[in-house]
Structures are given as C-alpha cells and as structure tokens.
T-cell receptor
Framework: EAGVTQFPSHSVIEKGQTVTLRCDPI?????LYWYRRVMGKEIKFLLH????????ESGMPNNRFLAERTGGTYSTLKVQPAELEDSGVYFC??????????????FGPGTRLTVL | KNQVEQSPQSLIILEGKNCTLQ??????????LRWYKQDTGRGPVSLTI?????NTKSNGRYTATLDADTKQSSLHITASQLSDSASYIC????????????FGTGTRLQVTL
C-alpha cells in the first residue's frame, strides 16, 4: 500500500512568487492534515480536512496560505505571495480513526520550501 | 498554553547501549501521547500511541511509559543499533478539537560504533 506522498520534495522560490504544494493521502483516509516545521522549531499544525471540508484551520498563519481538497482526495497548499518567513518543511499526514478512538497519523516525507 | 518539552536535546551513545528520552507536557485536556521517529529527510513515523489509561507500551526495542498524573513520558531504547540514529519526537493530542497534535522539538539521537 502506498504511503502519503508529497510533491515537490524541494522548492526554491523568490519572495513574492507563488508556490503550490501537493499531498496525496493514503487511499481511503478521510482525514488530511498539513503541518509546518520552520528551522529550529517544533512541527506545528496548520489545518485539518475531513474529506473535502476544513475541520480546523486555526493553525494557518495568514491569508497568504490557501488549502484545498477538492473531491476529498488529494490536497494542495498554496502560498501567495511567499515571504521569507514561509521557509520550512511542510508535512502532510492522513489518518482514519483507530480502535480506541485515537487517530494514528501517517506522515509524508515533506516538502522543503526555501524562499529567497 | 499547550506545550511539549523534551530532553535531552541531543544524545550520542554507543551501539548496543540503552538510552531513555524524556517528555513533559502541559497539553490539556489530554487525549493521547505519541512517540514518533523521524529519519533525516523523511516524515515522522509512529512508534507508540498511549491513551490516558495506559502507562506502558512496547514496540520491539522501544518501550514508552506514561504518567498522566505528573504529565511525563519516557521512551526507552534497548540494545541500540546504528539505524536508531534519528530524531525522536514526543507528540500529545488534546481532546475537544478534532485531532490537534502538539509536537515537541525532538531529541536527536546518534548511535555510534
């Protein structure tokens, strides 16, 4: 079974440009999450989809970030316009509900974004 | 404020030795605590998930403990191998909000010959 995949693995863009990150969750997983790790800091939650609906987007930094999950399958995270502080590693994860109610999340390899 | 603190920040041990990593958290209300292993350039991989009622859980050479009263957890690695070299991240999930995770900054473990 394929795991969570993310594209691209690396992206280097200039300040002011637009970048779109893509995440393909594990097939059949209704829950999809975006996280970000900036250098030297812990991984932080950005938002959570249940199928195509945004369940929680309280971690989105500002309105330059737009996440979509049309059709409830893959998701995209667009940053427009990118700023220097957006640099970091963006992780996607997906899950289904576990037997005890906990959601085990499976992470993708991440997209390393560098804004120059 | 929900926080997860880990210690030590980094650790170097010889192959075959044991080690214990620590995690303290202030996340509330508590749902479960997870330990993840993250190899360089890869996403985190789940090692254990413990709910409130569990105080220990093992996954091969990895054993996690949880004291929900003191809000502390540990991850013990037995007979370390070179492949154990990675970052180990403690993560706590709170209830109420659907599956929001709070991450620690991780312990960077290096196993050497």
């Amino acid at each position: 079974e394929a795991g969570v995949t993310q594209f691209p693995s690396h992206s280097v863009i200039e300040k002011g440009q637009t970048v779109t990150l893509r995440c393909d969750p594990i097939s059949g997983h209704d829950n999809l999450y975006w996280y970000r790790r900036v250098m030297g800091k812990e991984i932080k939650f950005l938002l959570h989809f249940v199928k195509e609906s945004k369940q929680d987007e309280s971690g989105m930094p500002n309105n330059r970030f737009l996440a979509e999950r049309t059709g409830g399958t893959y998701s995209t995270l667009k940053v427009q316009p990118a700023e220097l502080e957006d640099s970091g590693v963006y992780f996607c994860a997906s899950s289904q509900r576990g037997l005890a109610g906990e959601y085990e999340q499976f992470f993708g390899p991440g997209t390393r974004l560098t804004v120059l | 404020k929900n926080q997860v603190e880990q210690s030590p920040q980094s650790l170097i041990i010889l192959e075959g030795k044991n080690c214990t990593l620590q995690c303290n958290y202030t996340v509330s209300p508590f749902s479960n605590l997870r330990w993840y292993k993250q190899d360089t350039g890869r996403g985190p991989v789940s090692l254990t998930i413990m709910t409130f009622s569990e105080n220990t859980k093992s996954n091969g050479r990895y054993t996690a403990t949880l004291d929900a009263d003191t809000k502390q957890s540990s991850l013990h690695i037995t007979a370390s191998q070179l492949s154990d070299s990675a970052s180990y991240i403690c993560v706590v999930e709170n209830t109420g909000t659907a599956s929001k995770l709070t991450f620690g900054t991780g312990t960077r473990l290096q196993v050497t010959l």
